[in-house]
């Protein structure tokens, strides 16, 4: 039976528990489906399958320590049926989607939306930018390796999104090639420094505008897919303050 992941895949992963979790659980799910897709495979292997599938997701939640995924059971083979799996996969896809959304609004966090006026004006300053490169006094290679991180750059601005990663890629990168070099490397530094004012520029707008629309954004512990669920755990864990007297 193939492993639904790999020692490797793991070690490439985002450090971050939550961000590793869910792509522990879309490469694990991915796996399972490509395993499981032959017309003429046997029920018993889809079921030794779908087992895997589900304690590889909930010992991943165990280790990182997901709550509630970490609480979810898994059945013993020996007691397995298809509304076992099926339960599993419905709760667990409850809590995926509350996952998404807060890694969605990490992300919103870390980025920009590129609108029409501040694409052009990146765009801009990143062709300026260009043109200031070539004329430094460097080796045509490390020239080309520069232009090259230009181009990367350029293709983030295509998206509807730019990342704080890949403009800080670019200006440490750049900052690094031209730290002991004077005459065009001054202009290189004017530059990057208005890609980054611009880019700030942009978020402390963005941020403004979406602060006045929904408040400040905190993260939220999971909520559980039926509501007597949160009434249970809020009995468990009753103190003794509870307690009529």
């Known amino acids: 039976m193939p492993l639904l992941i790999t020692q490797d895949e793991i070690q490439a992963l985002p450090p971050e528990p939550r961000q590793r979790f869910v792509a522990i659980e879309e490469i694990c799910r991915r796996r399972y489906e490509q395993a499981t897709l032959q017309e003429d495979i046997q029920w018993s292997y889809v079921q030794d399958m779908r087992l895997q599938y589900m304690s590889s997701i909930v010992a991943a939640a165990k280790y990182l320590g997901i709550e509630p995924i970490n609480r979810i059971s898994i059945p013993k083979k020996s007691k397995w049926n298809d509304d076992a799996y099926e339960d599993f996969v419905n709760e667990l896809h409850f809590y995926a989607m509350q996952l998404a959304l807060e890694a969605a609004d990490r992300n919103s966090q870390l980025s920009i939306t590129l609108q029409g006026s501040t694409r052009q004006r990146l765009s801009t300053l990143s062709e300026h930018l260009r043109e200031q490169v070539k004329k430094l006094d460097l080796p045509k290679t490390r020239v080309e390796q520069l ?64 602060a006045g629309m929904l408040g400040v954004y905190e993260p939220r512990k999971l909520e559980p897919p039926r509501i007597e669920e949160a009434v249970v755990a809020q009995k468990t864990f009753a103190t003794e303050d509870d307690i009529p007297f």
């Open 147 to 210: 232009l090259a991180r230009i181009d990367q750059f350029e293709r983030e601005l295509t998206k509807p999104r730019l990342t704080f990663t890949s403009v800080a890629a670019l200006t440490i990168y750049l900052a690094a090639a031209v730290a002991d070099l004077g005459g065009a490397a001054s202009t290189v530094r004017g530059a990057m420094n208005l890609i980054e004012e611009a880019v700030g520029g942009a978020k402390e707008a963005e941020d403004n505008e979406v």
